[in-house]
T-cell receptor
């Protein structure tokens, strides 16, 4: 069983719409959660980190964490064509061996 | 804050040579650094986890004698690809904790 799961997509939304990206994780003790954006041929770029249950907003991005359901999501409001990329969810596992485990990524396309 | 740099950004070498890639945390002390490899249109693949002052932990299937990792200080980790071959051509990326930021990556092409 994969430790971090994402819908691989592709996910297409029209410009101006809300894009919703979902991620589930298996390690109940995980404490740190990250969303990255990766453009083709480039290194991942950190968009948001979240550590507590609830919502965290930064500009057009909102991360939502529900530890009881082992679920973390990313909402992108007013989606722009420049948001088209692969979005990676990552989780730091519990225990002494700190490891950043990635989902396989969701490819998002924002249609003009 | 939390900037990670890599050097070189790209390298082309002949088969059989060794290539060293540096990963630096510029404005923070990185207790843990991760090395990833990514082939075109594929997901990131974790190669190894590097903790300052201790031996790196390699993922299953990654040859530790071929991919030498040294994390000698809290701001520098190096990955050396020894006796590189064309199949080692890939995009190598490091990331660091705390913070979780990635370096810009190093594109290796072995001819």
């Amino acid at each position: 069983q994969k430790e971090v799961e994402q819908n691989s997509g592709p996910l297409s939304v029209p410009e101006g719409a809300i894009a919703s990206l979902n991620c589930t994780y298996s390690d109940r003790g995980s404490q740190s959660f990250f969303w990255y954006r990766q453009y083709s041929g480039k290194s991942p770029e950190l968009i948001m980190s979240i550590y507590s249950n609830g919502d965290k907003e930064d500009g057009r991005f909102t991360a939502q964490l529900n530890k009881a359901s082992q679920y973390v999501s990313l909402l992108i409001r007013d989606s722009q064509p420049s948001d088209s990329a692969t979005y990676l969810c990552a989780v730091i596992s519990s225990g002494s061996a700190r490891q950043l485990t990635f989902g396989s990524g969701t490819q998002l396309t924002v249609l003009p | 804050g939390a900037v990670v740099s890599q050097h070189p950004s790209w390298v082309i070498c002949k088969s059989g040579t060794s290539v060293k890639i540096e990963c630096r945390s510029l404005d923070f002390q990185a207790t843990t650094m991760f090395w990833y490899r990514q082939f075109p249109k594929q997901s990131l693949m974790l190669m190894a986890t590097s903790n300052e002052g201790s031996k790196a932990t390699y993922e299953q299937g990654v040859e530790k004698d071929k991919f030498l990792i040294n994390h000698a200080s809290l701001t520098l980790s190096t990955l050396t690809v020894t006796s590189a071959h064309p199949e080692d051509s890939s995009f190598y990326i490091c990331s660091a904790l705390p913070g979780g930021c990635f370096g810009p990556g190093t594109r290796l092409t072995v001819t």
